[in-house]
Structure formats: C-alpha cells, structure tokens
C-alpha cells in the first residue's frame, strides 16, 4: 500500500515568518501534486512536480520533488494570513489516474 | 468555462438507508473520480470512470456504485449507510490522460 505521510499536522504561526510542510513516502511516484483546501470547499491545485529534483515557484510558494520522486516539500516565505488553510500533497503512482493524499498539514498564519 | 459542481452540498441521512450524490464536471472533461475525505484526514480514493466505464477502483465495499453519463455527468451511490459513512465526498474531473484533479466543492454527508 503506498502512503504519503505529512508533516507537520498543525503549523501555528505569525504572520513574516517563513515555513516547510514535508511529504514523505517510501513509494516512488511518477509525479506530485500540492493542493490547498478551504473549509467548506474542494482542494484546488496549486502545482504538480514530475521530474526527480524539479523545483517549481509560485510567488513566495517554493515546491520541491525529491530526487527519487519519493519525498517533496512545500516552502512559503514570510507568510501571510491568506496563506491560512489545509495543504494536501497528493502522489500519483505509475500507471494508475487515481491520487494518493497525505493527510494533509493544517496552516494558521496570525496577523 | 463551467467548473466542476456537486449536489446536493449537504445531507443527513438514517443508518441503513441509501444516498445519491451528483457530479457536473468541467467542460471538455471526460473522466470523473470520487473521493471521501473524514474529518481531519486527506481524501481517500473511491474510484474513477472514464467514457461511462469504471477505470479503476480504491479500498471501498461493493455498496459503493457510480455511473457516468454521456454528458460526463456522474452520481455516487451508497447503499446501507454506515454512521463511518459521514464524511465529504469530493468529485473531481481531468481531461483525457491528464492526471491533475479539478474538485467540486463537496457533498457534505452526515449518517445518523
């Protein structure tokens, strides 16, 4: 069974300062994708990493997929009370069109 | 460009009965899949239809069912609710061969 363990679960923080969510996995997967949810609404993309070691930015979000496409991480630099929500990576295993989720790391970001 | 959307966004239901939730997915995607997501854990895969036909399947009972329809349009059905049936069930189409997720807002489904 492949799974994807996140952490941290909680991140409470103020709002400048920087942070790092992980997913992990001992699966290797054929690419990776980062959701965000907002309570009451579905997950919306926010990047998918194919390539092993690829690093892809979106304004002061920086993703990273690991060099054995195992493992990424999530970096957000000097966060902001917008940034407040539930972060989801989501692997995609080789040959398959189903998402395999991490149970997600829940940002509250204060002003 | 329509989104993906679901209905109805929140039911309550008696244990033991059975439910059907709706998917509209986005224009010019034809593959649909479906996801439960408890409280507190990340969405769990229930299966997936492409051109009407199931293509692929998670860890769920044989009481989950779903069809698609010509218009890609697609429902969810649950029969003999459980109380560990409460959860959100999430729909999400993709374009041919794409394998990135656009989400409808949930159904909200609570067993008592």
């Known amino acids: 069974t492949q799974l994807l363990e996140q952490s941290p679960q909680f991140l409470s923080i103020q709002e400048g300062e920087n942070l790092t969510v992980y997913c992990n996995s001992s699966?290797?997967?054929?690419?990776l994708q980062w959701y965000r949810q907002e309570p009451g609404e579905g997950p919306v993309l926010l990047v998918t990493?194919?390539?092993?070691?690829e690093v892809k930015k979106l304004k002061r979000l920086t993703f990273q997929f690991g060099d054995a496409r195992k493992d990424s991480s999530l970096h957000i630099t000097a966060a902001q009370p917008g940034d407040t929500g539930l972060y989801l990576c989501a692997g995609v295993p080789g040959g398959y069109n189903k998402l395999i989720f991490g149970a997600g790391t829940r940002l509250a970001v204060h002003p | 460009e329509t989104g993906v959307t679901q209905s109805p966004t929140h039911l309550i239901k008696t244990r033991g009965q059975q439910v059907t939730l709706r998917c509209s997915s986005q224009?010019?995607?034809?593959?649909v899949s479906w996801y439960q997501q408890a409280l507190g854990q990340g969405p769990q895969f229930i299966f997936q239809y492409y051109r009407e036909e199931e293509n692929g399947r998670g860890n769920f009972p044989p009481r989950f069912s779903g069809l698609q329809f010509p218009n890609y349009s697609s429902e969810l059905n649950v029969n003999a609710l459980e109380l560990d049936d409460s959860a959100l069930y999430l729909c999400a189409s993709s374009p041919t061969g794409g394998t990135e997720a656009f989400f409808g807002q949930g159904t909200r489904l609570t067993v008592v």
């Open positions: 224009s010019g995607h034809n593959t």
């Open positions: 990493v194919v390539t092993g070691g």
């Open positions: 699966s290797v997967f054929s690419s």
